[in-house]
């Protein structure tokens, strides 16, 4: 399987196609997806799916642009069904000069725990809530795409309306750092790390492996 990776919008968004033959699927399709959108043409994919880790207003900003120009249906998790039509659930409106973000309702709710089958490859849907209410996790072979959940060295903000720290340390603990060291990590912004380099370094996580 291949990942291709695209920076998006005004808080630099990763967005990634994941693709295999010709057959492809769209994580977190930001603001501004052109890029995305033609690269995916250029290279003929037909995209199965797009795959929401949460709805926030940088994750979901290109979601419309991008279901209408592949037809492919949206998924996102039942708890943050409504914030894509909703900028202040969203978060869109929190920002003076960010356009407002309203998109038509998701295809289909998560509730996590799924294995959802696309471009060959088995999809498991962890529920990994303390960003966000709805956020989760999309874990296939040895790589995970966590969203917000934990970054390189870091782990999301827990300040926007329905972020728990405490929960989501429970989502980093009993979830990620359960799966194997060398489990490939595709987060929400910054650069993709493992699960071992989490636990060897990350400040946030170091305390919670003795």
């Not at 808080?11 to 399709?29: F, H, K, Q, S, W």
């Not at 209408?68 to 039509?85: D, K, Q, S």
């Not at 725990?113 to 999309?138: A, C, D, M, N």
């Amino acid at each position: 399987m291949n990942v291709r990776s695209f920076t998006l919008g005004p808080v630099a968004t990763n967005c990634y196609v994941l693709y295999e033959g010709r057959e492809a699927v769209v994580i977190d399709p930001g603001m501004g997806p052109d890029p995305v959108l033609e690269w995916v043409q250029a290279e003929q994919l037909n995209v199965q799916a797009i795959l929401l880790t949460h709805a926030h207003f940088d994750h979901i900003g290109g979601v419309e642009d991008v279901r209408a120009a592949t037809g492919a249906p949206v998924y996102v998790h039942r708890a943050e069904a409504e914030w894509l039509a909703d900028p202040q659930k969203n978060g869109s409106s929190l920002f003076p000069g960010l356009e407002l973000i309203r998109c038509n309702p998701a295809d289909h709710l998560l509730d996590g725990g799924e294995t959802l089958k696309w471009i060959g490859r088995e999809f498991r849907v962890y529920h990994t809530p303390g960003h966000s209410p709805g956020s989760v996790t999309f874990h296939l072979d040895d790589q995970v795409f966590s969203g917000d959940v934990l970054f390189a060295g870091s782990i999301g903000r827990t300040d926007l309306p329905g972020g728990d720290y405490e929960t989501l340390m429970r989502s980093i603990h009993d979830v990620l750092m359960e799966m194997p060291e060398e489990t490939r990590v595709y987060p929400g912004h910054g650069p993709t790390t493992t699960i071992g380099r989490e636990q060897a370094s990350n400040p946030f996580v170091t305390g919670m492996m003795g």
